[in-house]
């Protein structure tokens, strides 16, 4: 199933950039979404996030009551006018599920644009596609919180 969501933020690509890439935003991100303990690592290209939350009830019978979600982005360099691009991973411990694509952080008016991009797999036999269109309102719900942490997160880190 193929995802799109759009993150608009007050803020320069490159102050962004740093929001995403920052150890602290991201652990406070993953709390946020449910996380408290997750494990956090960052550089200049490359973020990964593991942590568990409750898989929601509609999708307990088939994956468990934790999900171990690992997601992590490798980041290419800027252009010419702060635009990036990142390849983005998620995946499930111990489930069939995936998420793979990109992040695309753009220059816009008033401020930047992030987008993620990226096509969910369930690999379950007859199920798949159904669990997919269960499963993606939350992936695309959890990327919408990133962009609300975010713009609380810019609003109080000048």
Same mark, same amino acid.
């Given at each position: 199933?193929?995802?799109?969501?759009?993150? %608009?933020?007050?803020?320069?690509?490159?102050?962004?950039? &740093? +929001?995403?890439? %920052?150890?602290?935003?991201? &652990?406070?991100? &993953?709390? !946020?979404? *449910?996380?408290?303990?997750?494990? @956090?690592?960052?550089? $200049?290209? /490359?973020? $990964?996030?593991?942590? $568990?939350?409750?898989?929601?009830?509609?999708?307990?019978?088939?994956?468990?009551?934790?999900?171990?979600?690992?997601? !992590?982005?490798? =980041? *290419?360099?800027?252009?010419?006018? *702060?635009?990036?691009?990142?390849?983005?991973?998620?995946?499930?411990?111990? #489930?069939? @599920?995936?998420?793979?694509?990109?992040?695309?952080?753009?220059? $816009?008016?008033?401020?930047?644009?992030?987008?993620? !991009?990226?096509?969910?797999?369930?690999?379950?036999?007859?199920?798949?596609? /159904?669990?997919?269109? +269960?499963?993606?309102?939350?992936?695309t719900d959890a990327f919408e919180a990133q962009g609300r942490v975010g713009?609380? =997160?810019? #609003?109080?880190?000048?």
């Amino acid at each position: 199933m193929h995802l799109i969501t759009r993150l %608009d933020f007050p803020a320069s690509p490159e102050r962004v950039f &740093a +929001m995403v890439t %920052d150890e602290e935003f991201l &652990a406070h991100a &993953a709390a !946020e979404l *449910g996380s408290p303990t997750s494990r @956090v690592a960052a550089s $200049a290209t /490359r973020t $990964a996030v593991e942590g $568990a939350i409750e898989t929601p009830a509609p999708l307990r019978s088939f994956l468990g009551p934790q999900l171990n979600i690992t997601q !992590e982005t490798v =980041w *290419g360099e800027p252009d010419a006018l *702060g635009a990036r691009t990142g390849a983005v991973t998620l995946t499930v411990g111990g #489930a069939p @599920v995936s998420l793979t694509g990109t992040a695309v952080l753009s220059p $816009a008016q008033g401020g930047s644009t992030l987008t993620y !991009e990226a096509d969910l797999v369930v690999r379950v036999p007859l199920l798949g596609p /159904r669990l997919e269109t +269960m499963a993606a309102p939350l992936i695309t719900d959890a990327f919408e919180a990133q962009g609300r942490v975010g713009d609380a =997160w810019l #609003a109080t880190h000048p």
